[in-house]
């Protein structure tokens, strides 16, 4: 097993920027494909990106491409989300996730289901 815990959230205005942490409990973490998701409210869980285990490569949802990037330190056991440009639309809780040696590619891949460890979140508000 493994714990999450999120933290550097927080309100900007449109256009500012954040950086999200996932800190992990575990040392193997660097064996852990690790996403960020949001859920703003009345809507569902969406994924934002991911840090896959196997080659260190990164996925993005079309709606953060070009502003946010996902980054690990598996040294430190962390996995950052810098996100800039924000808009008003990127209001949600976020949340990090992680699934043990889970390599995938294709539709579906990052779906919420398939990770099994979460964080509790950490909530962004961008206001316009």
Same mark, same amino acid.
């Not at 097993?1 to 999120?6: A, F, K, N, R």
């Not at 690790?34 to 080659?55: I, Y």
């Not at 990037?69 to 440009?85: A, E, F, G």
């Given at each position: 097993?493994?714990?999450? /815990?999120? +933290? ?6 449109? $256009?500012?920027?954040?950086?999200? !942490?996932?800190?992990? !409990? ?8 690790? #996403? ?5 409210? $009345? @809507? =569902?869980? =969406?994924?934002?990106?991911? +840090? ?5 490569? &990164? /996925? ?5 491409? #070009? ?6 330190? *598996?040294? @430190? ?6 996100? *800039?440009?924000?808009? +008003? =639309?990127? &209001?949600? /809780?976020?949340?990090?996730?992680? =699934?043990?040696?889970?390599?995938? !590619? #294709? ?6 289901? @398939?990770?099994?460890?979460? $964080?509790? #979140? &950490?909530?962004?508000?961008? !206001? +316009?």
């Amino acid at each position: 097993q493994v714990q999450l /815990v999120e +933290s550097g959230g927080g309100s900007v205005q449109a $256009g500012g920027s954040l950086r999200l !942490s996932c800190a992990a !409990s575990r040392r193997t973490f660097s064996s852990y494909t690790v #996403g960020w998701f949001r859920q703003a409210p $009345g @809507k =569902e869980r =969406e994924f934002v990106a991911a +840090s896959l285990w196997s080659d260190g490569s &990164t /996925v993005y949802a079309d709606s953060v491409k #070009g502003r946010f990037t996902i980054s690990r330190d *598996n040294d @430190k056991n962390t996995v950052y989300l810098q996100m *800039n440009s924000l808009k +008003s =639309e990127d &209001t949600a /809780v976020y949340y990090c996730a992680a =699934e043990l040696y889970y390599t995938c !590619s #294709g539709p579906g891949c990052f779906d919420w289901e @398939k990770f099994d460890y979460w $964080g509790q #979140g &950490t909530q962004v508000t961008v !206001s +316009s």
